[in-house]
């Protein structure tokens, strides 16, 4: 209503003014009343009339129009004021009728001007020019009813233009009504759609991105019908523009991803509740992220008592939205939050698909960005590149074409990098990431379709890694030296990366190890005995490599922790080691698919809680110990295709399994096993009796 007044103001003072200019071209004598009307809050500037003007009245109330500047003397002083922008209505001295001025054309009456005594009169004598009787007689008949016609005119315009802002008051004041009695949920209209610039962001426009501009002339984008709900909020006239922009992205990305299917969309796109207090955050990780990350949930576990996504100025600053069920696009209109925003993760939606929009990079104090385990697709942005801040950076598992950006190594601060199973990428391995000093976890796993070169001594620049996993990318190159500088690196992930050449010894000077994860390679070379130096290790991999040599019964003696040991698929051979039964922790043992001899040692009858203890496809022999009847967690044993005799003691019956596996051969020159699923346990053996598989035994127990 305010816009509108302004502009019917403006046309008013427009008719008013061209009726003083021909009046005062004309020489026609002017009367004021200062309580006439008032528009445009007093403002309307005089003509320039391009030539000096003297024309003034000694009529109470008059106005004087003196050298191209209005002045007017104030009702009840006796002094004239200089007010060049005053804007008061004019009209005609003629047609005086009883105590006012009579308006030809509307016959409507008008405040007569108060008098001024005769003191205040004798005061403006000396400035106010008087027009003589004889002046006024100079004027012809047919100028004044010239005069007369237009005056009319005007009068006929104001008039209806006073009429049709009634109207439109009445009308906003009665929508507005409406909108005000309404506390629920925003719901869109079907048809209604900007078709230009929206006036109430007008101050602001040149900020939205282009494409927003581009999309509001669409009534089913998310952008209009966003708009559309800004433009319905009964508060708006009370936001600061920060908080309209703040409140058109979020509307945007309801539209865009889907709102009314989120699990959890509390209070959103309520006109009665702040968005700060909107739903924006879910701390349930999925069990794929659990696993990625080792058993630990990297949702951002630290809001979960705050319940504010805003900072202490009301801007939004977290985005917290992990497995929501979000279902369409990230639109662009996010980067309006660039001012707060710290915080953006919507990862674990796999609904969630398009690009990753370039226009993230405007957030330039976003500090974590999760869309891992989404559907996006084309390129990963190289403007990412520009996030200064970032520290936290997660793109994984998702179907991305083009290359790995090397822009990334531009992210200093950068503390947490995932980019996992995108296995559509190509190109190399960019080297300017080992750039990334401030690098703490690196996760780059799953990139198979990169031809990576090798596994640069560089790496020893990322003093401050603690996690290092690069599994799936073909590095083709032995561990460099260099990863002995890594003093705080707790977990080491190599799987499947063509690692070849022997363990470097520095590689054990990193005693903070507590996971190594080194399988499906080409390693050779015997197991150190140095990996006894590694005192906190809970999980080693070792399988699938070409180790040979004996397994170091010293290295179990540090071991206690250990929860997890696979060494099979090696080429390794002798007996077991008794130490075996030190390892009270342990959870799985795979010892299978190698040269093992000799017999089981009973020692292993100690591990409570194994579940899985694989001895397949070895050399071992003799008879299976009584003392596996102690392994009160086991689940699963296999022990087909080995040396072992005599019968199988009755209670282990149920828990013997046979493994169906694959193998396979890589570039001529190693097989790699993969142990499929566990399958009913055959008898392979024409020397073990026993369960139904090998049948009865007889009175010699063979």
Known sequence: MEEFTEQLSSHLAGAVEETVLQALQDGDELAVCADDFDFHNGIMPMPALGRNTDICSTEPGAFSVRNMQAQRLDMGQVTLTEQPNTALRLSSLGNRHDNGYHDTATNEVLPEAMQVSETGAAAIMGTAQQISPMQLESISEAGKLERRKRKCLVSVMATSLVAFAVVMGLIIGLDNGKQSQSSQKYTTPQTQSPTAAPTILANTWDELPDVTITALKDPSSPQAMAYDWVLNDPNRTFYPHWKMLQRFALAVFYFSTGGDNWNLQEHWLSYDLDECSWYFKNLVGGEQDSFLHEGSIETSSELQFLDSACNAEGQYTYFVFTENNLEGTLPPELSLLSNSLKYLEVGSNENLYGVVPSEIALLTNLEKFYVNRNSHSGQIPTELGQLSNLFELELGNNPYTGSLPSELGNLHALSLLGVGACRKLSGTLPTELYRLTNMVKFYLQGLEGLASGSLLPEIGQMTKLERFFVHEISFNSSIPTEIGLLSHLSKLNLWKCHITGSLPSELFLLTNMWRIDIDENEITGTIPTEFGLFPNLTMAWMNGNSFTGTLPGSILESWGQLNYFKINNNNLEGPLPSQLGLLTSLDLLWVSHN????????????????????????????????????????????????SLTGSIPHDLCGSIWDMSYTCNVYFGLFTVCYDVEKV??????????????????NSTGS
């Open 595 to 642: 040269e093992f001899s000799g017999s089981i040692p009973s020692e292993i009858g100690l591990l409570n809680n194994v579940t899985e203890l694989f001895l397949h496809d070895t050399n071992l022999a003799g008879s299976i110990p009584e003392t596996l009847l102690d392994m009160d967690g086991l689940e699963m044993l296999t022990i087909s295709n080995t």
């Open 680 to 697: 009913n346990f055959t008898c392979s053996s024409n020397d073990l009796c026993g369960c139904d598989a090998c049948g009865e035994c």
